[in-house]
């Protein structure tokens, strides 16, 4: 009987002990993640080099340096010739979509890439660089969960975003 109730306190004891909270925090993956992650692809006509890229023929041709990342899934580069220009690199497999902007722009992807989650950022890319510049609410979202008051908010992004950029500003590579 007293072996029993020895276990019991044990398991009440380590049961308490390993329910408590801590003091851990979640972090997401920093700008080495996802430089690393670029540097190993290979796509002609882009040249990765530490915080910096160069991309050749297609819309975003130009030198660009790291400003920041986006969940360590992509990545936001301001052009070299301190132009305002930024280039939003996202790889995808064989594949790296980039579509260029400029200040006021990469603040509304920003913005919508906020609300819909930095997991979803590939697919804001894709969304609105696939549109000829008159992007759709639907086609930015997809299969983020968001309610009508955020889609509304995005749209008042999508309003800066449309008709403003190139319609061409969207590439992706290889070419």
């Given amino acids: 009987m007293k072996r029993a109730k ?6 009440i004891l380590i ?6 909270q801590t003091n851990l925090t979640k972090t997401g993956p920093g700008d080495d993640f996802f430089l690393d992650k670029l540097a190993k692809g290979n796509w002609a006509g882009v040249n990765v080099s530490g915080n910096t ?6 819309n975003s041709e130009g030198n660009y340096t790291l400003d920041s990342t ?6 936001i580069y301001k052009d070299d010739k ?8 996202v790889p995808d497999g064989s594949n790296l979509h980039t579509i260029k902007v400029n200040e ?3 603040n509304a992807i920003n913005g919508i890439i906020d609300i819909v989650g930095e997991e979803n950022a590939l697919g804001v890319i894709t969304g609105i660089g696939t549109t000829d510049g008159n992007t759709n609410v639907d086609n930015v979202v997809k299969n983020a969960n ?3 008051k955020e889609k509304e908010k995005i749209q008042e992004y999508l309003d800066i975003l449309n008709g403003k ?3 061409d500003s969207y590439q992706k590579y290889p070419i």
């Fill in 82 to 89: 301190n132009n305002g220009d930024y280039v939003i690199a």
């Fill in 165 to 167: 950029g190139d319609p």
């Fill in 15 to 20: 049961t308490i002990l390993s329910c408590r």
């Fill in 146 to 148: 968001v309610t009508e």
């Fill in 104 to 106: 006021e722009e990469k």
């Fill in 53 to 58: 890229i160069s991309i050749t023929g297609g």
């Fill in 70 to 75: 986006i969940a360590g899934l992509g990545g």
């Fill in 6 to 11: 020895v276990f019991y306190i044990i398991f």
